[in-house]
């Protein structure tokens, strides 16, 4: 195949992706006039937005393995004329379990991440397997598309266009995705390889690292991608269209910087990205945790009041900057999982996606618990907060305190963790 096929399949393959992440996060943005109209707190604020995650979650071991067998092509396909039904019928809904058993099955779409990944992954050599999992992986920019398109469309027709809308787009995607994609020849279930060999992997503790690493940057991309709407609009008091598109500066660089991370990941090792990824993102919560705040210092002059707190400006700011470390720390792990299992990647990119999707169904139900429980708005950074700094302690007993970190690049077609191992012997 040549490098302009090669290009042109990554780019429809990426394009499929970015439909179905917005189709993924639909409810983030039409979730805040539902809300609204079925007067739901914060659980089940947090049920209906992330029960899609859910499905998208749960079905990418199994599609992950059906595209080591069957090739990507095939299952991308299937996928997004498939679910284009579920979608549809998402707008005449008009009870919270209607929407759930909805969402459950146009869910699916989340799943894409694990037929693609390995689809795209097996075109490229390992050198450039990085880079091409990463803008592969860009699709994630849906949420951010999603954030610009779902507000217009819900302004002039009502939030029930947005998903009819999304159903046509889904059609016409695998329309073109058929036609410009290539037939997935390298699949190892084309090889003959048996699905107990491919299934095997379940008893490396690299995958489960992978798996915890995953967990993180892409459960809480996916979280915060739908949760971030409704915190601008009561947190700040803007309005659902004010409110995505300021959500947008967290989920847009988060998608489009992916495809950086992972030309960083090819040059100085997955282990090193990671690192500096968690510690980005602890920072970042740590000042994003901080809730509005107002006291009064007792002087010599009489009571002097005080206001500590973000302003849309700041928090915005940080929020990109944490969009930014997930960003890098989705590609790394991925680098992780193709320099380590290049003949299981359909199964293992299943296995690590399914487990940082579930992140992303875990994490909005648990902000809405928590947001109900204490009454801050700030509080899903706290929770996330607490969790990043529980990694960072597990990825320096398990890795740091035996390798250096941002050592020299790597050579060419060898892993970061190879090359270290090497320097140390």
């Excluded at 090193?272 to 968690?278: I, N, Q």
């Excluded at 010599?300 to 929020?319: E, N, V, Y």
């Amino acid at each position: 195949m040549s490098n302009l096929r090669r290009i042109v399949v990554l780019g429809v393959t990426t394009w499929a992706f970015v439909v179905c992440f917005a189709v993924w996060v639909m409810f983030g943005v039409i979730g805040i006039p539902i809300k609204n109209e079925l007067g739901l707190n914060g659980v089940e604020f947090g049920l209906l937005t992330s029960t899609p995650v859910l499905t998208g979650a749960l079905f990418r071991l199994p599609l992950g393995i059906w595209t080591d067998r069957f090739g990507g092509r095939i299952v991308m396909f299937l996928l997004l004329v498939g679910c284009a039904a579920p979608v549809w019928f998402s707008s005449y809904a008009s009870r919270l379990w209607q929407f759930l058993l909805l969402g459950l099955a146009l869910g699916l779409v989340g799943a894409s991440f694990a037929v693609g990944t390995p689809y795209v992954a097996r075109l490229f050599t390992k050198e450039r397997r990085g880079f091409a999992m990463g803008v592969f992986g860009a699709g994630t920019s849906g949420a951010a598309i999603n954030m610009f398109i779902a507000p217009a469309l819900m302004a002039r027709y009502g939030w029930q266009f947005v998903p009819k809308f999304y159903a046509v787009a889904l059609l016409a995607t695998a329309l073109i995705f058929w036609f410009l994609s290539a037939p997935d020849v390298s699949a190892p279930g084309k090889s003959g390889v048996p699905l107990r060999q491919q299934l095997a992997v379940f008893k490396d503790l690299r995958v489960w690292k992978y798996c915890q690493y995953y967990s993180i940057v892409f459960g809480g991309f996916t979280a915060l991608s739908v949760w971030m709407p409704q915190y601008f609009v009561k947190e700040y008091g803007l309005s659902v269209a004010e409110a995505s598109l300021l959500a947008a500066c967290f989920s847009l660089p988060a998608g489009v910087l992916r495809a950086v991370g992972g030309w960083l990941a090819d040059r100085y090792g997955a282990h090193d990205v990671t690192w500096w990824v968690l510690w980005a993102a602890w920072i970042s919560l740590f000042l994003l945790s901080y809730p509005q705040t107002e006291f009064i210092v007792h002087t010599i002059r009489g009571p002097a009041q005080f206001h500590i707190g973000l302003s849309t400006l700041p928090f915005t700011l940080l929020l990109f900057a944490l969009g930014v470390a997930f960003a890098c720390g989705m590609a790394s792990t991925f680098k992780y999982v193709g320099d380590d299992f290049p003949e299981n990647m359909g199964v293992v990119t299943g296995i690590v996606g399914m487990v940082g999707a579930l992140g992303g169904f875990v994490l909005p139900i648990i902000f809405g618990i928590v947001l109900d429980w204490l009454g801050i708005n700030s509080s899903c950074f706290m929770f996330l907060y607490g969790v990043v700094w529980v990694s960072l302690i597990l990825n320096y007993t398990t890795e740091v305190r035996r390798l250096p970190v941002m050592g020299e690049p790597i050579p060419a077609g060898a892993s970061a963790v190879q090359t270290k191992m090497g320097a140390l012997s």
